[in-house]
C-alpha cells in the first residue's frame, strides 16, 4: 500500500492493492501556490490510476466525485482571486482619478 501523504511517500507491505492518497487544499487563496505541484501530481494520479487499473463501481463514482470535488474547490479560489483582483484594480483607477482631479486648478475642477 503507497501512502501519499501531504506529500510524504512510504510503503506499508502487509496491504496490497490499496492506494490512500490524503492532500488538503488550502483555505487561504495566497497558500494555494504553494501545495500546486502536489494538487496537479495527485489530479494526474487520479486521471492514470483508472485508466490503468480496474475498479469497482463504486470506486469509480468516489474516484469522480472526489475529483469534481477538488475542481469545485480550485475553481472557487481561482473566481475568488479573480474578484479581488478586479476590485483592486477599480479601486486604484478610482483613486488615480482622484488623485488627478486633486492636482487640476479649482477652475478645472469645477469643469
Keep these: 500500500m503507497l501512502i501519499i ?3 510524504i511517500c512510504r510503503l506499508i ?3 496490497q492493492n490499496i492506494l490512500t492518497v490524503v ?3 488550502p483555505d487561504d487563496i495566497s497558500m494555494f501556490s504553494d501545495t ?3 494538487t496537479e501530481l495527485l ?3 487520479i486521471d492514470f490510476t483508472p485508466a490503468q487499473c480496474s475498479f469497482r463501481t463504486e470506486t469509480r463514482q468516489k474516484l469522480k466525485k472526489n475529483r469534481e ?3 469545485k474547490v480550485i475553481q472557487k479560489n481561482l473566481t475568488l482571486e479573480r474578484q479581488e483582483e478586479i476590485q483592486q484594480k477599480k479601486a486604484d483607477k478610482k483613486r488615480a482619478e ?3 482631479i486633486a492636482k487640476l486648478s479649482p477652475e478645472e475642477q469645477r469643469k
Design 5 to 7: 501523504f501531504f506529500g
Design 13 to 15: 507491505e502487509d496491504q
Design 23 to 25: 492532500h488538503e487544499l
Design 36 to 38: 500546486l505541484i502536489v
Design 43 to 45: 489530479l494526474t494520479l
Design 69 to 71: 470535488e477538488a475542481e
Design 98 to 100: 482622484a488623485e488627478r
